[in-house]
């Protein structure tokens, strides 16, 4: 139910990245003057050898969410995720892990947050080969110094959660990519880490079982809710992954948002040229171009309120929804005047053929719909009736023109 703006709860910062910023080389601070005069990353490395890896940047991550970190390479991602958990140390800046700063941390303190707070996942897979897929899964734990009574049950648990029951006993060389990666999930899982850092983790794999794992890490995190940071520099997989992404140029940040936001508003042209080859039609879904389901009539009314609603709102088809506002028909003009000289109610004239899709479904699945037919009724699984879908915002989300 709708109940204004003020029910929503903020979601929780989880980290909180300030003022970071990476040079790569022994004299920093003459880099730094360079930027500051605006010279660009090129010039810099041209004139002093030193490479700026991120200048400046500021953000937030909340917890439970998909942050996913793209750009082109060079751009800064590895860099970014790495000064996450301090594998690069950062020039400047602050790294907040539920308050507590990570570039300032001494290297007990470093070792607690790693331990507790994050597992990463990386794009090569980073196993022991000669070991099996409950050793590597449990190494993790090993170099965490848990006792091995306690590794062995919460590494297999990790196996299972990933798909891999079954398989424990099996060298990590003998496995596909796929397998290899799960395996590298586990390990990450394992140890029930707040935050999953993963690196390209999918693009080493071949694309029918990048695109399993992505629906897999969606469907793990459905269940689990652990804030991931993801690089990648595909922005299919970005889109469909990151509940927000964040588009780096040259170790700035050239726009953070949703991607419906990405698409729709590119905050410049790099953004712009970024996305122009994006198939919007797989990302936009119903709820994104429904309208609120109003006008409605109740299954309880007549004809006549029905006309009336139709002719008050300037439309010509109406749904009919009973008391828990599930959908029980629509009713056209033509036929609510036909029942009204008749005098008949609104169950005699209405139409049962109405077509009632889920919120989440894409574009690309409603366009041969919504082609011919009369409006669309988007309902969640409850069957409630959430919002209605017309040609016009089908066509309208992808500016497309009415002919
Ligand atoms: N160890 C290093 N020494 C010097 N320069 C580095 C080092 N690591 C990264 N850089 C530089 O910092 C910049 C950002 O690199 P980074 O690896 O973070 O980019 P990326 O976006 O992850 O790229 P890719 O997708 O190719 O991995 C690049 O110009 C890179 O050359």
């Known amino acids: ?48 050898g030193q490479n700026v890896g991120l200048y400046n940047v500021n953000f937030d991550i909340y917890e439970s969410e998909i942050f996913v970190i793209m750009g082109l390479s060079g751009s800064g991602k590895s860099t970014l995720l790495r000064c996450i958990n301090r594998l690069i140390d950062p020039t400047d ?4 892990l539920d308050g507590d700063d990570v570039a300032t941390a001494s290297s007990e303190e470093l070792r607690e947050m790693r331990r507790k707070k994050m597992g990463m996942v990386f794009q090569n897979f980073a196993l022991i080969p000669h070991r099996t897929v409950l050793d590597n899964v449990a190494y993790g734990l090993e ?18 959660t990933v798909g891999l029951k079954g398989y424990e006993d099996s060298r990590t060389s003998q496995l596909s990519g796929g397998m290899q990666q799960r395996v590298g999930l586990a390990r990450a899982l394992a140890t029930d880490p707040d935050i999953l850092l993963m690196d390209e983790a999918f693009s080493a794999l071949d694309p029918l079982i990048r695109s399993e794992m992505q629906d897999e890490l969606l469907a793990l995190e459905d269940k689990m809710q652990k804030t991931i940071v993801f690089v990648s520099h595909d922005l299919d997989e970005a889109l469909k992954l990151g509940d927000r992404i964040m588009i780096m140029n040259d170790g700035k940040i050239a726009q953070i ?27 936009f879904t119903a709820e994104a171009v429904m309208k609120r389901a109003e006008p409605v009539v109740s299954i309880n009314s007549g004809p006549k309120v029905a006309l009336q609603l139709m002719r008050e709102h300037g439309i010509s088809s109406i749904f009919v929804v009973n008391r828990e506002k599930h959908v029980e028909g629509i009713i056209k ?5 036909k029942g009204s000289k008749e005098g008949k109610g609104l169950r005699d004239v209405m139409s049962h053929d109405v077509t009632i899709i889920h919120p989440d479904t894409p574009l690309n699945e409603l366009i041969p719909i919504i ?20 040609r016009g915002s089908v066509l309208g989300a992808l500016a497309i023109e009415e002919v």
């Open 1 to 48: 139910m709708l109940t204004g703006d003020f029910n929503i709860q903020k979601p929780k910062k989880k980290i909180e990245v300030r003022n970071l910023t990476k040079i790569f080389g022994k004299k920093p601070r003459k880099a730094l003057s360079l930027i500051e005069k605006g010279f660009t990353k090129r010039d810099i490395f041209e004139k002093t």
């Open 93 to 96: 800046g602050h790294i907040l």
């Open 143 to 160: 170099i965490q110094g848990v006792s091995k009574d306690k590794r062995y049950p919460k590494a297999n648990e990790a196996i299972e």
């Open 257 to 283: 948002g949703t991607a419906e936001e990405i698409l729709t508003e590119p905050a410049d042209d790099y953004v712009s040229r970024f996305v122009a080859g994006v198939d919007r039609t797989k990302i």
């Open 333 to 337: 003009v033509d036929d609510a005047l």
């Open 371 to 390: 082609e011919n037919s009369s409006p669309l009724a988007v309902a969640k699984d409850d069957g409630k009736l959430i919002g209605i879908i017309v």
